[in-house]
């Protein structure tokens, strides 16, 4: 037996309480490299607590809807930012924490263009791409200590497509 999670579009106002959608919205910031680049600045707030920023890139096996979750993550020590190194949608799940632990969980359909901030402590599950390539760079924290924290489900989730 399971539940379901309903996708719904991943906008920066419905993802606001777990972090920041990381996306060109509206005209850049600054115009740079002999104009002939938009910057769109500062789009994160990348809290490593301890430790220093470091830059991985990881390569997920693709999943397919509907996609099972059993198990969640969060990052006590720091964010944890994706940005996709592909143009293909991917599932980002998340939950606020509620007294050590996932409160309602929320599915987004993260679309091309479409980055992640998680903030330090926000439930998430893991990286999941809809097809290949699995290709994101992943900005976190480095550093002693543990920074890393699973929970799973008793009964597992399953997020599914609303159009299904």
Known sequence: MSR???????TAEAFAPFGEVLEVRGAPDKIIN???????HDLADL??????????????????????LDMVERHPEGAQAFIPMHQNPYLVVVA??????????????AGPGQGVNYRRN????????????GLFAVVDRIGDGDNLE???????????????
Do not use: Y
């Open 96 to 109: 606020p924490d509620d007294a050590g632990k996932p409160g309602a969980l929320q599915a987004f359909l």
């Open 47 to 68: 809290d490593f607590g301890t430790g220093r920023a470091g830059i991985s890139i990881f390569n997920a096996t693709p999943r397919t809807l509907p996609f099972t």
């Open 150 to 164: 699973e929970h799973w489900f008793d009964t597992p989730w399953e997020v599914v497509d609303a159009a299904t």
């Open 4 to 10: 379901e999670l309903i996708l719904q579009p991943l």
């Open 122 to 133: 926000t439930w998430h599950a893991v990286c999941c791409p809809l097809s290949a390539p």
């Open 34 to 40: 002999q104009e002939l680049c938009g910057r769109h």
